[in-house]
């Protein structure tokens, strides 16, 4: 008797890369800088709080989550606590590593320290 065939394995897709000219122009301007900065400590936040923590206007914060959303570097979640606002998160394929000094994200070409 023979055992029978073990079946194929489907190899795991390759993690989504995200071009490094779309990253390095995320990165290019300070603010973006911050909210990503900000967004890696893994918790959702609404724009508002976005604003006030990088010290800009809300329609200001917003243009510049907009073009990180469009980077695919941030995503968006319904907020549970109010239907009508978002929770921005850094994007889940951007790994976030805890360090002694703060926290390190890597792109897999560029390591941004916060």
Not at 17 to 41: C, E, F, K, N, W
Request: glycine residues 8%; positive net charge.
């Amino acid at each position: 008797m023979s055992t029978p065939a073990a079946p194929p394995t489907i190899p795991a897709p390759p993690p989504q890369v995200i071009p490094a000219d779309t990253v390095y122009a995320a990165l290019g301007d300070p603010t973006r800088r911050r909210l990503l900065q900000i967004l890696a400590h893994g918790k959702g936040l609404t724009a508002t709080v976005l604003a006030s923590n990088v010290g800009r206007k809300l329609d200001a914060t917003l243009k510049h989550l907009v073009a990180l959303r469009g980077a695919g570097l941030v995503i968006t979640a319904e907020n549970p606590d109010d239907g009508r606002r978002y929770l921005y998160q850094l994007a889940p394929g951007i790994p976030v590593t805890k360090t002694d000094t703060g926290w390190e994200m890597d792109f897999g070409y560029c390591l941004v320290r916060c």
